[in-house]
């Protein structure tokens, strides 16, 4: 128990039906707890942000992090990061999520393409990333968490849309390495492993097209918890939030040998 809420809320495979039922009762009796850290998190959105803020509150307040959000407009998260905003400015954020799906890739390959085309069309996609990287660890001096890319629940090649250059799953996956690249060259930078997310979750749900149409959120509603707790994991780290174990087996109590 933590501030009287059962920690099964917050473990794997997570009860999604609850979280959302019970969201207002959880967060009252978290509240509770008096070693509360207080954190600034701006969330950049590439689209519906609102129900991640909701989530993602209440995961952080699970972990000890009382967090106060800023939300840019939908869709407006280069604007916000390349042109700046004044609410940003002054809200001065302690940590920046750039909450953005497949569905914000700008261009992809057509198959008429040639390798040297499809080259400079990731090296521009890239590009247009690590420059809004740039902006914000220059302005803010905060960590920053960026999503990689999820997949579409469809393959308009088939089996060659993996290996041929010009295939959509080929392109996201090489333009997830050129972002992980980026990450071990930046201590002040994380991933938010949206790819194994939105596998794990199943990638004909996760993209249910009536969520992006009716909403427009990145993913189906029962998910957005789960990228909630991914991301509140990366930022109770970054404050010290990780809990350690000691297990020691005793007369082959745990384990055999």
């Not at 689209?47 to 800023?70: D, K, P, R």
């Not at 404050?239 to 174990?245: D, E, F, S, T």
């Amino acid at each position: 128990m933590i501030g009287g809420v059962r920690m099964d809320y917050f473990n794997y495979p997570l009860d999604t039906k609850i979280l959302y039922r019970k969201k207002a009762k959880i967060r009252r009796e978290l509240l509770e707890q008096t070693d509360l850290i207080k954190k600034k998190i701006a969330i950049l959105g590439g689209s519906t942000t609102n129900e991640v803020v909701e989530q993602l509150y209440t995961f952080l307040l699970y972990h000890g992090i009382h967090a106060e959000f800023y939300q840019s407009e939908y869709g407006e998260y280069w604007q916000d990061a390349m042109f700046g905003s004044e609410k940003l400015d002054l809200f001065e954020p302690d940590i920046i999520y750039i909450h953005t799906s497949w569905r914000n890739i700008t261009s992809f390959p057509l198959i008429t393409d040639t390798v040297k085309e499809v080259d400079s069309l990731l090296e521009n996609e890239f590009n247009r990333f690590e420059m809004m990287w740039h902006k914000l660890e220059e302005k803010f001096l905060c960590p920053i968490i960026q999503n990689n890319f999820d997949r579409p629940n469809y393959r308009l090649m088939g089996n060659r849309d993996i290996w041929d250059c010009r295939g959509r799953s080929n392109y996201i996956s090489r333009l997830n390495q050129k972002f992980y690249e980026y990450a071990q060259s930046h201590d002040n930078f994380y991933i938010n492993d949206l790819e194994y997310i939105s596998q794990d979750y199943g990638l004909s749900e996760w993209n249910n097209s009536l969520y992006w149409h009716m909403y427009k959120c990145a993913m189906c509603m029962d998910a957005i918890p789960y990228v909630a707790q991914s991301v509140a994991n990366i930022i109770k780290s970054i404050y010290g939030k990780n809990k350690k174990v000691l297990a020691l087996d005793l007369d082959n109590t745990l384990w055999g040998g």
